[in-house]
């Protein structure tokens, strides 16, 4: 059998060494959540230190009362450093607050006696319970470390409730110690063991969250959504990595028609708005046939993949008509807006997106220049006619 001082020894430096890990990225980033796991592991390695001085001084207020406190302290704080992230319907903190008070109260009753263990055992199993419903309704990009967490949780949980199931064997007397000292020194070991699972993987979970939020900002655009240049660029080049070299990808670039004079007569806040509505077109047509992006002021970009020039105009058309068809309303005003868009398209196997891209821009000038409000496929002024919306 394993040794156990050893493996508490063990448990208890390393949550240490955790705590003292959580505290210091505490003091970096003054997230309260890492304040709580800090604690949670202080109280789990104080709950240790307190059993392992059983052996030496007899003060069960101390080893025993406290100990308990401590055990189900650990969890409770992993749940309150949980409840910001999670989407789980809120709770009110105060009468959590009000049951911890009172389980206290109780075990001050019992503590002396075999239930204070069993009282423990049952709250902790709850609270893990609790822990892993909050994880579940936790959005997470690191999906594997996740549904690890909820197992450490869920089994914690059942742990924590075949420890009541043994200690009421126990001590009703119905078994004798010595056949119940593995299983308890079992459910011992892996009590340690997913105490500390749980405090290497949490700040796992957390790091992987708040990089891909950072990602998320970096590369998307706050009024609209929408991808900003980067985030464009990026996925254009991932997804050109991929596509047949002999398939053709298209580029459309759209600019909304006379937009200072929106600015300059219902003031930049519409303007704004105008920015969203447009937006909103795009993205409803385009949501599953490309890559929308704004990549400037009152500029966007749609990136088809395998479509050629031909079915790109016929869909920037689309979107020039939806955008034409109702006016734009805020404020008890009614807008009337219109894009132009410029379209290239090129082979992948010749792909240069930088090329692309300007193709697509001096059509984009080209349809401005010459009447707004329609979509431009070809460099040559002259292939140009006068109709709105003329498709060249
Ligand atoms: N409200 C708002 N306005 C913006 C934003 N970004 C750029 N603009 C405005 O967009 C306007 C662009 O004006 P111009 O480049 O002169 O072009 P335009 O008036 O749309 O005329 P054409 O492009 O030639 O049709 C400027 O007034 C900018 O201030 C934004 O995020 N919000």
Excluded at 64 to 92: E, N, R, W
Excluded at 214 to 235: C, S, V, W
């Amino acid at each position: 059998m394993l040794h156990l001082p050893t493996l508490i020894s063990l448990c208890f430096i390393l949550n240490l060494f955790i705590a003292v890990f959580f505290f210091s990225v505490y003091r970096y980033k003054k997230q309260p959540c890492y304040l709580f796991f800090a604690t949670a592991c202080c109280s789990f390695i104080t709950a240790i230190a307190l059993i392992g001085l059983r052996d030496f001084i007899e003060f069960p207020l101390l080893t025993h009362f406290f100990a308990y406190v401590f055990i189900i302290l650990s969890p409770l704080l992993v749940i309150l450093g949980l409840i910001p992230q999670s989407q789980a319907p809120a709770i009110k903190l105060t009468p959590l607050y009000y049951a911890c008070a009172m389980c206290c109260t109780l075990l001050l009753a019992v503590y002396l006696i075999d239930a204070g263990q069993i009282i423990t055992s049952i709250i902790t199993a709850v609270l893990f319970s609790y822990a892993a419903y909050l994880m579940i309704k936790t959005p997470s990009v690191a999906v594997v470390q996740q549904r690890l967490l909820v197992a450490c949780f869920t089994i914690h949980s059942v742990v924590m409730l075949l420890q009541v199931v043994l200690l009421v064997l126990l001590y009703s007397s119905q078994i004798s110690q010595a056949s119940l000292a593995f299983g308890l020194q079992l459910l011992l070991v892996t009590h340690l063991f997913l105490t500390t699972a749980t405090a290497l993987i949490l700040p796992f979970i957390k790091f992987a969250n708040a990089e891909s939020r950072l990602i998320n900002l970096a590369n998307h655009d706050p009024l609209t959504q929408l991808l900003n240049r980067r985030g464009f660029f990026r996925l254009c080049k991932k997804i050109t990595k991929t596509a047949p070299l002999n398939s053709r990808v298209s580029l459309i670039m759209l600019d909304i028609d006379l937009f200072k004079q929106v600015n300059d007569q219902y003031g930049h806040e519409t303007g704004d708005e105008a920015i969203k509505w447009i937006a909103q077109h795009i993205n409803e047509l385009f949501f599953e046939l490309g890559v929308t992006a704004r990549i400037g002021g009152e500029e966007f970009a749609i990136f088809l993949n395998q479509q050629n020039l031909a079915q790109a105009r016929l869909l920037a058309q689309k979107l020039c008509s939806s955008i034409n068809e109702y006016p734009f309303y805020f404020n008890g005003n009614s807008i009337a807006l219109s894009v132009s868009a410029g379209i290239s398209s090129m082979l992948v196997r010749e792909l240069n997106m930088q090329a692309l891209l300007l193709q697509a821009d001096k059509r984009l000038y080209l349809a401005k220049e010459t009447g707004r409000n329609k979509v431009v496929t070809h460099d040559e002024k002259s292939l140009l006619t006068k109709a709105p919306t003329a498709i060249i």
